[in-house]
């Protein structure tokens, strides 16, 4: 068990709906990053968070959106769902920002989202 | 951009033997972070091992040794006394400065009992 804890597990959805991703930190950790993991771009940064601030953004769809609250728990919301946006989403976090060995990304379970 | 490779897309090994998994990156840094995250069919990312660029010395925890060569850019992750448990996606990542995390595709290891 890494700490990270993500819900829900399974979402099942279909085409044009919006859905929720939340993450919560293991306890201490500032940063919280968003993955997307899928068959044919395999595992892919999304953004990153450091204590509220959005501090960088990778292959994010303008359809994606993400925040990180006062508690530090983050979510992803997606939006105006397509088929291809079917994947496993994964939730990591860590200490900081200053890039040491404090700085190593611990993972959720990972949220399992199927657009139907 | 800094790109990770992993040529090998299946591997597999005989219980208690030893397994190499390769991999290399591309870079122009010369400080930066290597690390080996493994995924069982629960699909939970698991860190296996860390390796820091400016430390010479190999990283190595328990079963699990890292062939870090710097020069060659090459990060090869070797699993001695290999188990069923191991059995798993591999996947090698290097992270960048600002701390985000870039993938090699993986390397399916199947463990033979």
């Known amino acids: 068990d890494s700490g990270v804890t993500q819900t829900p597990k399974h979402l099942i959805t279909a085409t044009g709906q919006r859905v929720t991703l939340r993450c919560s930190p293991r306890s201490g950790d500032l940063s919280v990053y968003w993955y997307q993991q899928s068959l044919d771009q395999g595992l892919q940064f999304l953004i990153h968070?450091?204590?509220?601030?959005?501090?960088a953004k990778g292959n994010i769809l303008e359809r994606f959106s993400a925040q990180q609250f006062p508690d530090l728990h983050s979510e992803l919301n997606l939006s105006s769902l397509e088929l291809g946006d079917s994947a496993l989403y994964f939730c990591a976090s860590s200490l900081s920002l200053a890039g040491g060995p404090l700085d190593t990304q611990y993972f959720g379970p990972g949220t399992r989202l199927t657009v139907l | 951009a800094q790109t990770v490779t992993q040529s090998q897309p299946e591997m597999s090994v005989q219980e208690a033997e030893t397994v190499t998994l390769s991999c290399t990156y591309d870079t122009s840094e010369s400080d930066y972070y290597l690390f080996w995250y493994k995924q069982p069919p629960s699909r939970q990312m698991i860190l296996v091992i860390r390796q820091e660029a400016y430390k010479q010395q190999n990283a190595t925890e328990n079963r699990f040794s890292v062939n870090f060569q710097k020069a060659a850019k090459s990060f090869s992750l070797k699993i001695s006394d290999s188990q069923l448990g191991d059995a798993a996606m591999y996947f090698c990542a290097y992270r960048e400065y600002g701390n985000k995390l870039v993938f090699g595709a993986g390397t399916i290891l199947r463990v033979k009992s």
């Open positions: 968070y450091y204590n509220g601030e959005e501090r």
